[in-house]
């Protein structure tokens, strides 16, 4: 990086400083001292499962008893509206059937075929009259088992909140009391309202799980975005509320992200070598070069090898040869009453011979044979 | 869930051959080895298509969850199609996917299949190269899928000036199948295909 831009780097850092602890003005704070020590200072609250269960509940209730609908319908608008009740009651009070229409409690297209007396499940296609039937508001009739085989299935796949109507193109989803009336397993049932839990909280703009491992506690604030530290009081990791990546400030969201998969990913490296290699060319070359500087290398070693059975074979020689040597002179100078041990050794030292000249006669015929080739 | 998945599979083969459609739509829908886990599909090519007149073998894979997921689906038969893998055959429908409701079936996958012949969607691909010869070069597409239509679905439109590129990269070495992918993503230039070979 040229040294220009550098400085121009580090000027904008400059900037976002300003703006970053200027911002913090605009927040209202509880204590005045904490906020003017600590430039990072963010108000936010930590709490309980059981407290954000209340705060839902407090949403939920306002919207069912505001609009009159059961709490389960009040959930799937919820869900679908961010959380924002007030906007929800207004928009409502506007348009009713938009409302309805845009968090998928109704269908798009009022649904004509009204199959209601139909007596076959097109699910699992039996004709059975025993059997009970039922539907969402888009009218799409299914039996029970069906239903029930439907929901555990997605329940199992993780899904909650969004479960939607078998029927082919509708979007309607099933609401928490008709999902909960179809599935009879208490194991299942408290999966569906654990990923309804979690799924509520990831929808809630003003709530954040700590990102811990297996940290129970639960964040909320009112400003998310900007790096916002929070610490939470279960196991007192920092982390920032509006990214949920460790606290990182004064970088912004977007660019520790960017920084941190850049790292994860070692592209630099692959940058580097695409802007300073002509990368397919170089390749060639090296490959070339590369081989034949393998062939000389591995010619090398088998070299060294056949020096090495060269010379213990040399070696052998002439050990036999040293000990055939030596047998003879002692057979000069023998007495008499050594003689038949002596005889024996001649014996012996006669067949070493023997099989000496063999072999260097068969390396001298092979080497007449190979020089004449 | 078991006996359900089974019961549905039975049912849509017979819908499949009893329907009406049998004849218009020619579709084919049969069991491997008496197991209803595993299937084979067959349709025509869509008429008015690079497709028209080939037979096109899909693998389908029937889950124990059915019909509350999805089978599994792919082209046994290479396609050339922006939404199909030109390697693995492998799908890019909605319906094989999220969009998936249990209320659909066999026969109406299948249909959904042969209209993806006739109307792809290059902006969401499967295989990103033939996705961009679709978009930039919407001639040579249209003649490479009828190409490939004639040589792996049977279809009747011979496209000779084709088969006489591969026929100069077979005579160099190289294996038909590779000799005409190599090809065709290197828009039937032979010296780029060859570099691309021996790269």
């Not at chain 2, 999805?70 to 909605?94: E, Q, Y």
Request: aromatic share 8%; hydrophobic share 35%.
């Amino acid at each position: 990086m040229s040294v220009d831009s550098d400085m121009e780097y580090s000027d904008n850092d400059g900037d976002e400083y300003g703006d970053y602890y200027g911002e913090q003005d605009d927040c209202e704070m509880e204590t005045v001292d904490q906020s003017k020590t600590d430039p990072e200072y963010f108000l936010f609250s930590c709490l309980r499962v059981e407290e954000v269960e209340k705060l839902l509940n407090e949403s939920i209730e306002l919207l069912s008893n505001s609009l009159q609908i059961t709490p389960s319908l009040a959930k799937v608008i919820l869900h679908a509206y961010d959380w924002n009740a007030q906007e929800i009651i207004d928009k409502y009070k506007e348009n009713p059937n938009e409302v309805l229409i845009h968090s998928r409690v109704k269908p798009r297209v009022p649904s004509l075929s009204a199959n209601i007396s139909c007596s076959t499940c097109a699910v699992c296609a039996t004709a059975n009259s025993t059997q009970k039937y039922s539907a969402l508001t888009c009218g799409h009739y299914f039996c029970n088992e069906c239903w029930a085989m439907h929901f555990e299935v997605q329940i199992m796949q993780g899904v909650s909140n969004t479960i939607q109507c078998m029927a082919q193109e509708c979007e309607v989803i099933a609401p928490e009391d008709f999902v909960l009336s179809h599935v009879a397993k208490p194991t299942l049932r408290d999966r569906y309202q654990q990923f309804m839990f979690k799924d509520h909280l990831k929808s809630h703009p003003q709530l954040r799980f700590c990102p811990g491992p297996n940290c129970q506690w639960i964040f909320r604030a009112w400003v998310r975005e900007g790096a916002r530290r929070v610490e939470c009081q279960g196991c007192e990791l920092l982390t920032c509320f509006s990214c949920g990546a460790p606290h990182h400030a004064p970088t912004d969201c977007i660019t520790i992200r960017l920084w941190l998969t850049k790292c994860a990913d070692d592209s630099e490296t692959a940058n580097y070598i695409s802007a300073h290699t002509k990368a397919r060319e170089a390749l060639k070359k090296y490959l070339h070069y590369y081989e034949r500087w393998e062939n000389h290398a591995r010619s090398l070693k088998l070299e060294e090898q056949t020096l090495a059975s060269l010379k213990s074979r040399i070696n052998q020689k002439a050990q036999l040869e040293a000990e055939i040597e030596n047998l003879s002179w002692k057979v000069e100078r023998a007495e008499t009453t050594d003689r038949g041990d002596l005889e024996n050794q001649m014996d012996i030292a006669e067949k070493r011979r023997t099989i000496l000249l063999k072999d260097f006669l068969d390396i001298n015929t092979n080497c007449a044979s190979s020089s004449k080739m | 869930m078991f006996n359900i998945a089974a019961k549905r599979i039975i049912k849509e083969i017979k819908e499949v051959i009893n329907g009406d459609q049998v004849e218009d739509a020619a579709l084919k829908l049969e069991l491997v080895n008496d197991n209803w886990m595993d299937l084979r599909g067959e349709f025509k090519g869509p008429p008015d298509t690079p497709y028209e007149g080939g037979a096109f073998k899909l693998e389908i894979k029937v889950p124990e969850t059915y019909p509350f997921n999805p089978p599994k689906v792919r082209f046994m038969t290479n396609v050339w199609h922006p939404n199909v893998s030109s390697v693995t055959g492998a799908i890019c429908l909605d319906i094989l996917k999220d969009q998936w409701a249990a209320a659909l079936t066999l026969r109406t996958v299948m249909l959904s299949i042969q209209s993806l012949l006739a109307a792809a969607e290059p902006n969401d691909p499967q295989d990103a190269v033939v996705a961009t010869q679709y978009k930039e070069n919407p001639e040579l597409f249209a003649k490479t899928a009828k190409h490939w239509t004639n040589i792996y679905a049977g279809g009747p439109n011979h496209v000779w000036e084709f088969n006489r590129k591969v026929e100069v990269l077979i005579d160099m070495g190289i294996e038909e199948h590779k000799a005409r992918v190599a090809l065709s993503t290197n828009d039937w230039d032979i010296e780029k295909a060859t570099e691309h070979l021996f790269s």
